[in-house]
Nanobody, 127 residues
Framework: QVKVVESGGGLVQAGDPLRLSCIAS????????MGWFRQIPGKDREGISC????????YNSDSLAGRFTISRDNAKNTLYLQMNSLKPEDTAMYYC????????????????????WGQGTRVTVSS
């Protein structure tokens, strides 16, 4: 059974860092790209970043690159999102997802490129 489970969310102050983790099971982790998304209530799910199966190729949201960094440890079947200099507008539910393919593509930020999603972890940034 395929599972992806996010953790690491919480309440932080503006300017703080936070690292999210996502543990995957039930599939060959390094054979698939992985992505991080977030969703603010009332808005569409937004792509943050995608990393290919090997961890060598990364795609980022232009608006978040520089503050958010995706990485993966294939030996631990774990995906990470390091978030720095958090802002109140980063408050959202954060999701990790397993992609359909090993590589991130030009469509990496489209939710239809991913077929397994976690339940999300909530991040709240206070001002």
């Amino acid at each position: 059974q395929v599972k992806v489970v996010e953790s690491g969310g919480g309440l932080v102050q503006a300017g703080d860092p936070l690292r999210l983790s996502c543990i995957a099971s039930g599939f060959t982790f390094d054979a698939y790209a992985m992505g991080w998304f977030r969703q603010i209530p009332g808005k569409d799910r937004e792509g943050i970043s995608c990393i290919d199966g090997s961890g060598h190729t990364i795609y980022n949201s232009d608006s978040l690159a520089g503050r958010f960094t995706i990485s993966r440890d294939n030996a631990k079947n774990t995906l990470y999102l390091q978030m720095n200099s958090l802002k109140p507008e980063d408050t959202a539910m954060y999701y990790c997802a397993a992609a359909l393919f090993e590589d991130c593509t030009a469509s990496w930020s489209r939710t239809y490129m991913y077929n397994h999603w976690g339940q999300g972890t909530r991040v709240t940034v206070s001002s």
